[in-house]
């Protein structure tokens, strides 16, 4: 007899990235596919001093069952990071600590979205997010971006039409787009959701890898400029972009009565994140090492984009259109099909396997009316040797 699995699997498929990493062991593959930061980035002398300070200090604290809402010196050292970057009024208690920033995703849909409710995702976003989403029954709805983020003019006719549960965006070197919500824009998105009262998650993982001048401030930094827009809004963190995914701290900052409900469905899920990761993060921060790890990984990242931009543009031509990324970890890009080249990213996968270079099609970061001649490109994991190679091997795949 057949296992009779839940309907809610009925509307969710395996990772289309996760698969085609199953691709990626043949020998000498150079893969932009990954969303990953490179691990040769990764700060293990520190680390290493964290976790021995974590250990002679708290020891059975850090080895010991947690508080769900997370140990509480990583909050206060989290709260001081957040306001370092201008959102000053974030108290320890106004964050929880998640197994990542993909928990406080899914924390966040399984406290708001019931079967039917409809959600504003950006059109292209976060794969794991449309799937998780849709594994809470959301009837998902794309809004339109441009190289400066959402359309707000395009998102204010969606909200006023389908009234959604919330609205999910990556304002800052967004994943897969790169692209930046524009300063205008970030208070247009909080005006709006004050004007239909619709709960905004900001999704910001990406936020301190900036290449040149810093970003606008997040919403929530802006939110004390709008009234009443703090209450309706949900900010994601993470430190795996930034220090290591291995560690799996991520934080949920939102308003009391929303944090509660996260807060207790973490409960359910899996009582705490880890407390010796937690400690180790917190001693991290409390060393004050991140500063100097952050200006080394953005000065090797910046160099990596521009040497994927300057390839892409020397060995693709007109064949391909993109925005030089500014921050982040990726280049968005689209086939122009110009001088009869191939237009259609997942056709154009298949022979980049062939030629020894892997890359994602932009088809599956599209919850609606996926755009065929997209495709992500990530530049964290390859140096600029290996960028130039696998460009080049790219526009051998397209002919």
Not at 71 to 82: D, G, S, T
Not at 159 to 181: C, D, R, W
Not at 257 to 273: I, R, V
């Amino acid at each position: 007899m057949p296992i009779a699995f839940a309907d809610r699997l009925n509307h969710v498929e395996t990772s289309a990235i996760r698969e085609l990493f199953k691709l990626l062991g043949k020998p000498g593959i150079i893969s932009f596919a990954g969303g990953f930061p490179d691990s040769a980035m990764f700060d293990v002398a520190g680390i290493q001093a964290a976790t021995l300070q974590a250990l002679q200090e708290e020891p059975g604290a850090a080895l010991q069952y947690g508080a769900t809402e997370g140990y509480n010196p990583l909050r206060e050292q989290l709260a001081a990071f957040m306001a370092a970057k201008g959102c000053t009024d974030v108290a320890p208690d106004n964050l929880i600590v998640t197994t990542g920033s993909q928990q406080a995703l899914d924390l966040l849909g399984k406290t708001m979205i019931s079967p039917g409710d409809k959600v504003i995702v950006e059109g292209p976003t976060f794969l794991a997010t449309i799937q998780c989403f849709r594994l809470y029954g959301a009837q998902l709805i794309s809004a339109p971006i441009d190289a400066h983020g959402v359309q707000t003019d395009q998102l204010e006719a969606l909200m006023a039409e389908h009234k959604p549960k919330l609205v999910y965006l990556i304002p800052t070197f967004g994943n897969p787009s790169g692209a930046t919500l524009s300063l205008e824009r970030r208070r247009r998105v909080l005006e709006l959701a004050v004007k239909y009262q619709t709960l905004v998650v900001e999704d910001d993982p990406y936020g301190d890898l900036y290449f040149n001048a810093a970003p606008p401030p997040s919403l929530l930094a802006l939110s004390s400029q709008v009234p009443g827009s703090r209450a309706l809004l949900a900010h994601c963190g993470s430190l795996s972009k930034v220090l290591s995914p291995g560690l799996r701290v991520g934080w949920l900052i939102a308003p009391p009565e929303l944090l509660a409900k996260a807060t207790m469905c973490k409960q359910f899920s899996d009582a705490h994140t880890s407390t010796f990761a937690q400690a180790t993060a917190a001693q991290y921060l409390k060393a004050g090492r991140m500063p100097a790890t952050l200006a080394h990984v953005r000065q090797v990242y910046a160099e990596r984009a521009l040497a994927m931009g300057n390839a892409l543009r020397r060995d693709l031509g007109e064949a391909i259109d993109f925005v030089q990324p500014e921050g982040g970890l990726f280049v968005w890009a689209r086939l122009t099909g110009a001088g009869g080249k191939l237009q259609d990213g997942a056709a154009l996968a298949q022979r980049a396997i062939e030629k020894g270079v892997a890359f994602v099609p932009g088809v599956p970061f599209y919850a609606t009316h996926p755009d065929p001649a997209t495709l992500r490109l990530s530049f964290a994991t390859a140096d600029v040797a290996r960028i130039e190679e696998g460009v080049g091997r790219l526009a051998q795949a397209l002919g």
